[in-house]
């Protein structure tokens, strides 16, 4: 019976390929800006290659992290408009906001009867997935805490190595302070890019295992550890740009090519940027972990899932098919400075990109929480909150009041 069904199965999606190829698409996502939307483009340019007779809708609203646009996108979903496919982040992001109330068509059977199910790591589809059912398809996988650095700069100062304790890391700091330079680069207009610091930080002090803890509820937030991650971060700003508050992500990394700052702790969609300014990984910028979390690959991935109601479904499954397959995810995530989702598709020849695909396989995963992997929407938007109040007042004890609030309004253990 099930052979049976997946016959079926196999020849509905045979005439769809054959006979959807007209029409439109549309796909949303908040790629508007570096190498996120000179990948966006490319792939939609090879995708119309492939379906010249299908008009892809590029909807994409500005906003980094998708500030703006998730709330167009939530709008549009809970008012029955739903774009035909949407960018989301893996994790909560997805199941708390779209699955649960059943606003997403499961993509399982598609996946395995495209041949791609077992293509991806089991933890990412654990992750994409709700009661054994995939909801999304993961197109790329990037790690936040990574710190990025000027060559030049570094070297001007008297650095000759890469730091690996925080130690070392303040004093490099230091130099480029006493050099003239912005220590940090930072960007919090957007709230999220404060958050992601002190995540980061929070990995650092907590170790994988026991930040990992923190979100399946075997872990209280009450913990001294929290507190040290808050104290770090209150150190760091005081190496950041004084115009941190004005700047997005992309101002505050174009910074190091602008040979004004040394260092810049961000996603590595900060990779992709500096390659379409014309920078050579290995060459004009460097890159470490940030010192405490060498062992972890923090986790975001962008992923696309299938709305319920979408108007153009059969284009949607099309173009859903050919974001799992290899060509996609080769072409794209090397531009925007990810690596591929697939396990089997080429990240390229970037020196940085060859490295995290392998330290993704070996490292322990640890889930972003402003990128809406580790925690409901409501613990991430109250976590933004507390950081950004943190930066301003640099009170820790307030701090971390409003974040055990926070866990304590979605069930996480404060006690």
């Known amino acids: 019976?099930?052979?049976?069904?997946?016959?079926?199965?196999?020849?509905?999606?045979?005439?769809?390929?054959?006979?959807?190829?007209?029409?439109?698409?549309?796909?949303?996502?908040?790629?508007?800006?570096?190498?996120?939307?000179?990948?966006?483009?490319?792939?939609?340019?090879?995708?119309?290659?492939?379906?010249?007779?299908?008009?892809?809708?590029?909807?994409?609203?500005?906003?980094?992290?998708?500030?703006?646009?998730?709330?167009?996108?939530?709008t549009r979903m809970l008012g029955?408009?739903?774009?035909?496919?949407f960018q989301v982040h893996a994790g909560w992001e997805l199941t708390d906001t779209y699955v649960l109330p059943g606003l997403m068509e499961p993509l399982t059977n598609y996946l395995k009867s495209w041949g791609v199910y077992d293509k991806f790591p089991e933890?990412?589809?654990?992750?994409?997935s709700y009661q054994g059912e995939v909801y999304s398809i993961p197109l790329t996988v990037h790690r936040s805490n990574v710190v990025f650095y000027n060559k030049k700069l570094f070297n001007e100062i008297g650095l000759t190595k890469e730091p690996e304790t925080w130690n070392e890391f303040i004093n490099a700091l230091e130099k480029a302070k006493a050099a003239g330079y912005t220590p940090l680069a930072m960007g919090d207009k957007n709230k999220w890019e404060?958050?992601?610091?002190?995540?980061?930080?929070?990995?650092?002090?907590?170790?994988?295992?026991?930040?990992?803890?923190?979100f399946n509820g075997e872990l209280s937030f009450n913990d001294k550890?929290?507190?040290?991650?808050?104290?770090?971060?209150?150190?760091?700003?005081?190496?950041?740009?004084?115009?941190?508050?004005?700047?997005?992500?992309?101002?505050?990394?174009?910074?190091?090519?602008?040979?004004?700052?040394?260092?810049?702790?961000?996603?590595?969609?900060?990779?992709?940027?500096?390659?379409?300014?014309g920078w050579i990984p290995g060459e004009d910028f460097g890159w470490f972990e940030l010192p405490g979390t060498q062992a972890v690959f923090v986790l975001i991935s962008d992923t696309f899932g299938l709305p319920k109601n979408a108007p153009n479904r059969e284009n949607a499954l099309i173009l859903l098919e050919y974001l799992a397959s290899t060509r996609a995810q080769s072409l794209f995530n090397?531009?925007?400075?990810?690596?591929?989702?697939?396990?089997?598709?080429?990240?390229?020849?970037?020196?940085?990109?060859i490295q995290t695909a392998e330290d993704f396989k070996t490292l322990i995963i640890s889930p972003s929480i402003v990128h809406g992997s580790a925690a409901p929407e409501a613990f991430v938007t109250?976590?933004?909150?507390?950081?950004?109040?943190?930066?301003?007042?640099?009170?820790?004890k307030q701090a971390k009041q409003m974040i055990l609030w926070a866990a304590e309004d979605v069930n996480l253990l404060t006690d």
């Not at 490319?42 to 998730?70: M, R, S, W």
């Not at 029955?80 to 496919?85: L, R």
């Not at 404060?194 to 923190?214: D, P, T």
Request: proline share 4%; glycine share 8%; charged share 20%.
């Open 80 to 85: 029955g408009n739903p774009p035909d496919t």
């Open 1 to 74: 019976m099930k052979k049976l069904v997946g016959i079926v199965l196999l020849s509905v999606l045979s005439f769809t390929m054959i006979f959807a190829q007209s029409g439109q698409v549309e796909i949303f996502s908040w790629w508007t800006g570096g190498g996120e939307e000179e990948a966006l483009l490319a792939t939609i340019q090879d995708f119309n290659e492939l379906y010249p007779n299908i008009q892809v809708i590029n909807a994409t609203v500005a906003g980094g992290a998708g500030t703006n646009a998730k709330a167009v996108l939530k």
């Open 123 to 128: 933890g990412l589809i654990d992750i994409v």
């Open 225 to 277: 550890r929290l507190d040290n991650a808050l104290e770090k971060m209150v150190q760091l700003m005081n190496y950041v740009n004084v115009d941190h508050a004005a700047l997005e992500w992309q101002d505050a990394s174009r910074l190091l090519y602008e040979d004004k700052a040394v260092f810049n702790l961000m996603g590595d969609w900060a990779e992709g940027y500096f390659k379409t300014l």
């Open 334 to 353: 090397p531009i925007k400075g990810s690596i591929p989702a697939r396990m089997d598709a080429d990240p390229g020849d970037d020196p940085y990109l």
């Open 194 to 214: 404060a958050g992601q610091i002190a995540e980061n930080l929070m990995v650092a002090e907590f170790g994988a295992v026991n930040y990992n803890k923190l």
């Open 382 to 396: 109250s976590f933004n909150d507390a950081i950004n109040n943190l930066v301003t007042t640099k009170n820790v």
